[in-house]
């Protein structure tokens, strides 16, 4: 729990980073009082400004709680929502990496993982393994939803529209990621993307087979333009949906550690039972 000198981002970034990781960890447990701001800002050589900063990104992302006069706490409650790109971050300091993701277009996935990429290349992070995989919609049959907004019924405009925003998503992500065992950065690389016929009415992600964010999308009616028609639809809107954390814990009778389970069964019986690859 030190700061890198090589690392370029701000004192405060790399502070939060290491205080997310022993919290992810389990070094700091849930309910467990952090040390004091002048104590972290002695241990990691840098301003009580720097750590309040770094402790308010905790906040932000839910991870920690003040208490006025009490100081900072971890947040007991693992059922709560969160950010996803700190735990993605995370889950790449493993040595074996696992990510499994089920929704729509894996726009926010794409995202959560480039900054973990980039530290990849440049050799910051070392994990041996890496192996995504994402369940998405079958773009070629119609769908429940999204749906016209006055019919309610499939919109193949809108569903050519969704599923081409899906492949320029996926595409560079599966291609980043099998690049780095191409390149020789990391033993086994793969990235696969499979659809299903079901409209996801959620979306879901099982990091390192010890984490899972789960949050529903909700329904919003919007026009968008395509092709120079204006299509109204109830759409899914990914952007709106709020995640849960469900952390496995070491009682595999836990709310946490079940939830996990049954989560990576689930995602295991659509993966090889009814789910086709898609082709990028």
Request: contains cysteine; aromatic residues 8%.
């Amino acid at each position: 729990m030190t700061l890198d000198p090589d690392d370029p981002r701000p004192p405060y970034l790399q502070v939060a980073s290491s205080l997310r990781a022993g919290i992810l960890t389990r070094h700091f447990t849930p309910g467990e009082k952090l040390p004091s701001g002048t104590a972290l800002a002695a241990h990691y050589g840098v301003a009580r400004m720097t750590v309040q900063q770094a402790v308010r990104l905790l906040r932000d992302e839910g991870l920690v709680v003040s208490r006025s006069g009490s100081g900072v706490f971890v947040r007991e409650r693992t059922e709560r929502p969160v950010g996803l790109r700190p735990h993605i971050e995370r889950a790449f300091e493993a040595e074996d990496v696992t990510l499994d993701f089920f929704g729509f277009s894996g726009e926010t996935l794409q995202g959560a993982m480039q900054e973990p990429l980039d530290k990849i290349r440049a050799g910051r992070l070392t994990p041996r393994s890496i192996r995504v995989r994402a369940l998405v919609p079958d773009g070629e049959k119609p769908w429940t939803l999204p749906c016209d907004a006055k019919t309610r019924e499939d919109d193949p405009a809108f569903r050519a529209r969704s599923h081409g925003i899906m492949r320029r998503h996926m595409e560079p992500l599966v291609h980043s990621v099998t690049e780095l065992a191409e390149l020789g950065l990391v033993e086994s690389a793969t990235a696969e993307v499979r659809s299903q016929p079901a409209s996801p009415l959620f979306k879901l992600y099982i990091i390192n087979g010890r984490e899972a964010f789960h949050g529903f999308y909700p329904v919003r009616e919007h026009a968008v333009k395509i092709n120079g028609s204006i299509h109204k639809v109830f759409d899914l809107m990914g952007k709106d949906t709020t995640l849960f954390q469900h952390e496995a814990s070491d009682d595999p009778e836990a709310v946490g550690s079940q939830f996990v389970s049954q989560a990576t069964t689930w995602f295991e019986s659509i993966w090889t039972n009814i789910s086709n690859q898609v082709t990028l």
